[in-house]
C-alpha cells in the first residue's frame, strides 16, 4: 500500500475519533444537565435540619397541594398560610435540590406576615422524573402558579418571588411574561446560561467548543436553547423590583452573574454581595444582615407604592 494512502488511512481515523469523541461529551454534558441527581424531600429536610436552619419551623404548617400545568405535567407543592392575609411569596429551589432546601428563606418570610407556596420544579423532588430545562419550561410553570394563586385566593393579592440558583434563573426568566408582582429575588441565580456553561466546562478541563452542538441538541431534544434561558434577555424590560443576592465566593454561579443581572434589570434594583459566603450560602452566613437587607429592600418598594 503507497505510504500516501496509509496516512490518509490515519489522519481520517483520528479524525473520526475526534468527532466521535466531540459527540459523546456534547451527549455527556446535555444528559447532565437535563436529567440532574435527583434527591429526595426528606434527604433535602434532613440535610438543612441537620444544619440547625430550620428555627421557627414549628409555627409554619404546611398543606400539601398538587398542581397541574397546561402540558399535564403534575408539581408537587405546598402552602403555609395566616389568618386574612393577603401577601404571598412563591419560592423556586435550585438544580438537583428540592422545595424543602428554600425552607431556610420562607421561613424567615413566614414571620414576616407572608403566606408560602413552595412547590418542587420539573424533574425534581417528589414530582414525575422527566426533563429539567434549566429554567425555560420552568418559568412557563411558575408563570402558571402565580395564575392559578391569583384564581384560587382572589386578583387584587400581593404576590413576590424568590429564587435560590437555577430557581433565581427561573424567577428572572419568568418576567417574560409581565405578570403583575409586587418584588423578585434572586439568590446566586445565573444571568447568562451560555457563560454558566463555559465556566463548569473550564472547571473539568473540557473545551467550549463543543457548547454549539450542546446547543443544538437542548433545542431537537428539549425544546429550548441558550438564549432562552439567559435572564439578562429578558430583564431589559421589567419594571417588577428586584433584589440580588449573591456569594463573594460563590465558585459554581460566579459572582460576576450578578452584575450582568444587575445591568440587564430595567426597573428599581438592590444587589448585596455576601462575605464568606459559597454557592447558595449568603442566609446561612450572612442570616441576620441578609434578612435586614431583604426587610429594608420590602420597606422601600411598599413605601414606594403608597
Given at each position: 500500500m503507497p505510504w500516501y494512502l496509509i496516512v490518509v488511512i490515519v489522519v481520517s481515523s483520528l479524525l473520526g475519533l475526534l468527532i466521535l469523541?466531540?459527540?459523546a461529551v456534547s451527549i455527556y454534558f446535555v444528559v447532565f444537565m437535563s436529567y440532574p441527581k435527583r434527591l429526595t424531600n426528606e434527604e433535602g429536610y434532613k440535610t438543612d435540619f441537620d444544619k440547625g436552619l430550620f428555627d421557627g419551623i414549628e409555627?409554619?404548617?404546611r398543606e400539601p397541594i398538587t398542581l397541574t400545568m397546561s402540558d399535564g405535567y403534575k408539581i408537587s407543592a405546598d402552602i403555609s398560610t395566616h389568618p386574612n392575609c393577603n401577601k404571598w411569596i412563591i419560592s423556586a429551589h435550585g438544580y438537583s435540590w428540592v422545595r424543602e432546601g428554600n425552607l431556610k428563606y420562607t421561613i424567615p418570610f413566614f414571620h414576616l406576615g407572608y403566606n408560602i407556596l413552595m412547590y418542587d420544579e420539573r424533574s425534581h423532588g417528589k414530582n414525575i422524573h422527566k426533563d429539567c430545562t434549566m429554567g425555560h419550561k420552568e418559568a412557563h410553570d411558575l408563570h402558571e402558579i402565580i395564575l392559578w394563586l391569583r384564581k384560587?385566593?382572589?386578583?387584587d393579592i400581593h404576590i413576590g418571588t424568590h429564587g435560590e440558583s437555577m430557581g433565581g434563573a427561573t424567577v428572572l426568566i419568568e418576567t417574560r411574561y409581565k405578570d403583575k408582582l409586587d418584588f423578585i429575588i434572586d439568590d446566586c441565580g445565573y444571568g447568562d446560561m451560555r457563560r454558566l456553561c463555559?465556566?463548569?466546562?473550564?472547571?473539568?478541563?473540557?473545551p467550549h467548543f463543543i457548547l454549539p452542538f450542546c446547543n443544538?441538541?437542548?433545542?431537537i431534544f428539549h425544546g429550548y436553547s441558550f438564549k432562552d434561558t439567559t435572564?439578562?434577555?429578558?430583564?431589559?424590560?421589567?419594571?417588577?423590583?428586584?433584589?440580588?443576592?449573591?456569594?463573594?465566593?460563590d465558585d459554581f454561579v460566579l459572582p460576576y452573574h450578578a452584575d450582568l443581572i444587575y445591568k440587564a434589570q430595567k426597573g428599581y434594583k438592590e444587589?448585596?454581595?455576601?462575605?464568606?459566603?459559597?454557592?447558595?450560602?449568603?442566609i446561612?452566613?450572612?442570616?441576620?444582615?441578609?434578612?435586614?437587607?431583604?426587610i429594608s429592600f420590602l420597606d422601600k418598594i411598599y413605601k414606594e407604592e403608597k
Open positions: 469523541l466531540y459527540v409555627d409554619m404548617a384560587t385566593y382572589g386578583e463555559e465556566n463548569q466546562l473550564d472547571n473539568f478541563h473540557v443544538i441538541l437542548l433545542k435572564a439578562t434577555n429578558f430583564l431589559k424590560e421589567n419594571e417588577t423590583p428586584l433584589l440580588i443576592m449573591h456569594g463573594k465566593d444587589i448585596y454581595y455576601w462575605p464568606n459566603s459559597k454557592h447558595a450560602e449568603s446561612i452566613k450572612n442570616k441576620d444582615d441578609y434578612m435586614k437587607a431583604v
